[in-house]
C-alpha cells in the first residue's frame, strides 16, 4: 500500500474556504496601501546567503533555510573539512544562497541595488511569504505571510502619522477593535541614562517589555539579575506605574527626563506624532505604553504595537522608525519607518471572532442544473453572457439526478440556481430560484444580470 502524502511540519494546504477568507486579509491590506500612495514590489524567495547572514543575530542565523548548491555539492569541501564534520562551516561551502527570513533585509538590499532609480522618499508595500527553521508550534510555522509597507529617505514624522492612519484603516475596515500602543527608542534611551545605567538599555527594556506577562516584581527581580542596583531598580518604578491620559503619562515621563536631551527629543517626537494623529481623528484607541520594546536593536524612533481588544493573542501589527536600513550594505544614512501586518494572527481573530463575510463562503452567484447536451449548450450560452457581465457563473458538468446537482449547490453555499428546459429554450429564459427564500422566477438574461448583479 502506498504510503500517504504529507507536507513538511510547520507549513500548511489551505482548501478553497481558507484561500477566500486570507485573500479577503491580502485585498483588504492592498487596497489600502494603494489607498495610501504605497507601490509594490516584489523580491525572490531566495536571497544570497551574504545578503542574509549576520543581519538576524546569531539565533537568527540559526533559523535560516539553506539551499543547497545544485550539482557537486561537495566540490569545495575538502577531505579534510569533511571529516572534520563541522556542519556550520560545512554549510557556508555547500550552500550560497537561502530562503527569505524576513522581507526588510531584502528590502534594504533593494534599495541599495536600485538606488539609482528610486526616487527619495520612496514609499513600497510587499506580501509575500518568508520561511524560519523554527520549531513548529500552534501559531508559529516554518512558512507565512508577512505584509509590509516602508518609508525611505524622509525623516519627517508624518511617515509615523500616516502609518498609524494606514492601521486605523485596515482594522476599521476589518471591523477588528485594535488597540495601538506607542513608545520611542529615544525615551527608552532617556529613561535608562536617567536612572544612571545607559549601558544596561538592553537589559531594562528586554524586562520591562515582561510586565504584562510577569508582572511587576518579576520585572524587577530579572532587573537585579541583570545587574542593576536597588536604587535604579526603585527610580525605575514611577515610570512602569505610570497611569493616567496619553498626555498626561508624557507630561509626568518630560519631567522625570528633563535632564535628558535624548529623553526630551524622544518625548517631543512622542508628542508631534499623538497630536496629529488626534487631530485627524481615529476609531482604534491609541497608547502611550514605555514598556514597549519591540526589537530595539533595530529601532531608533517610534516604536508601534498592534493588539486585538477582543481576543487574547500576540500582536498582530508592528512597526517602527529605523535610521540605519541600508548601512548594511554598505548605504549608511538612509532613514525610513515601516510596519508589518501580521496577516496568519490576523485571520485567528476574525476566526474566533466570526468577522468573515459570509459571502466568502462562495465563488459562483449561480449554478445552472444540468438537463442535457441540448439544454446545456443553451444554459452555456446564457453563462457566456452572466459571465460577460461580471457575474461568477458555472453549469453543472454532468446530466445526473436533480438532488445530486442541487445539494451540490447547497453545500457550495451557491445563492442562486437556475434551469435551462424545453420550455426556457422556446422563450428564451432562465428559470432562477433563490435558494434562501425558495422563491423561483423565470428571467430573460438582461433580468437576470440585474437580478444577480
Known amino acids: 500500500m502506498a504510503q500517504k502524502p504529507s507536507i513538511p511540519k510547520g507549513t500548511r494546504d489551505f482548501g478553497p474556504l481558507e484561500m477566500a477568507r486570507r485573500n479577503y486579509i491580502f485585498d483588504t491590506i492592498k487596497k489600502n496601501f494603494r489607498l495610501f500612495g504605497y507601490k509594490q514590489i516584489e523580491t525572490p524567495a531566495m536571497e544570497n546567503l551574504s545578503t542574509l547572514m549576520g543581519k538576524y543575530g546569531e539565533e537568527g542565523d540559526k533559523l535560516l533555510f539553506k539551499i543547497q548548491n545544485s550539482g557537486d555539492f561537495l566540490k569545495s569541501c575538502s577531505d579534510a573539512e569533511l ?25 534594504a538590499r533593494f534599495v541599495v541595488q536600485h538606488r539609482n532609480d528610486l526616487t527619495m522618499p520612496f514609499k513600497r508595500y510587499q506580501i509575500q ?97 541583570k545587574g542593576l542596583g ?10 512602569l506605574e505610570l497611569k493616567g491620559s496619553n498626555s498626561e503619562k508624557l507630561d509626568r515621563l518630560a519631567d522625570f527626563l528633563k535632564d535628558s536631551e535624548t529623553g526630551r527629543l524622544g518625548i517631543q517626537e512622542m508628542r508631534t506624532v499623538m497630536e496629529a494623529v488626534d487631530a485627524l481623528g481615529h ?34 501589527t508592528g512597526g517602527g522608525r529605523y535610521d540605519n536600513l541600508t548601512g548594511v ?38 449554478m445552472f442544473v444540468n438537463f442535457g447536451d441540448k439544454e446545456a449548450l443553451q444554459a ?14 458555472e453549469l453543472y458538468p454532468d446530466n445526473v439526478k436533480m438532488k445530486k446537482q442541487m ?40 433580468e437576470a444580470i440585474s437580478l444577480l448583479l
Open 329 to 366: 550594505f554598505g548605504m549608511p544614512g538612509l532613514s525610513g519607518v515601516g510596519i508589518s501586518f501580521g496577516a496568519d494572527r490576523i485571520y485567528d481573530v476574525l476566526t474566533q471572532l466570526n468577522l468573515f463575510p459570509e459571502s466568502l463562503s462562495s465563488t459562483v452567484r449561480v
Open 380 to 393: 452555456l450560452k446564457y453563462i457566456k453572457a452572466l459571465r460577460g457581465a461580471g457575474i461568477p457563473a
Open 230 to 239: 536597588e536604587e535604579a531598580i526603585a527610580a525605575l518604578q514611577p515610570i
Open 83 to 107: 571529516a572534520e564534520r563541522n556542519l556550520v562551516r560545512l554549510t557556508n561551502k555547500m550552500c550560497e544562497k537561502g530562503l527569505r527570513y524576513d522581507l526588510t533585509v531584502p528590502f
Open 129 to 225: 511569504p518568508v520561511w524560519r527553521a523554527d520549531r513548529p508550534q500552534k501559531g508559529r510555522y516554518r512558512e507565512f505571510y508577512q505584509c509590509d509597507a516602508d518609508v525611505v529617505g524622509s525623516d519627517s514624522l508624518f511617515n509615523e502619522v500616516e502609518l498609524l492612519q494606514l492601521i486605523d484603516k485596515v482594522f476599521a475596515d476589518l471591523k477588528i477593535n485594535v488597540i495601538v500602543k506607542l513608545n520611542n527608542r529615544k525615551i527608552l534611551a532617556g529613561i535608562a541614562e536617567t536612572i544612571g545605567e545607559a549601558d544596561k538599555i538592553v537589559d531594562i527594556t528586554v524586562a520591562i517589555d515582561k510586565i504584562d506577562k510577569i508582572g511587576i516584581e518579576n520585572v524587577n527581580k530579572e532587573l537585579a539579575e
Open 407 to 446: 445539494t451540490q449547490a447547497s453545500s457550495e453555499n451557491i445563492p442562486y440556481v437556475a434551469f435551462v428546459g424545453d420550455t426556457e429554450i422556446e422563450t428564451g429564459t432562465m428559470v432562477i430560484k433563490d435558494m434562501a427564500s425558495g422563491e423561483q422566477k423565470a428571467y430573460t438574461v438582461e
Open 283 to 316: 476609531k482604534c484607541e491609541m497608547e502611550v505604553d514605555f514598556s514597549l520594546a519591540r526589537g530595539l536593536n533595530y529601532y531608533t524612533g517610534t516604536i508601534i504595537e498592534v493588539k486585538a481588544a477582543d481576543v487574547e493573542i500576540g500582536s498582530i
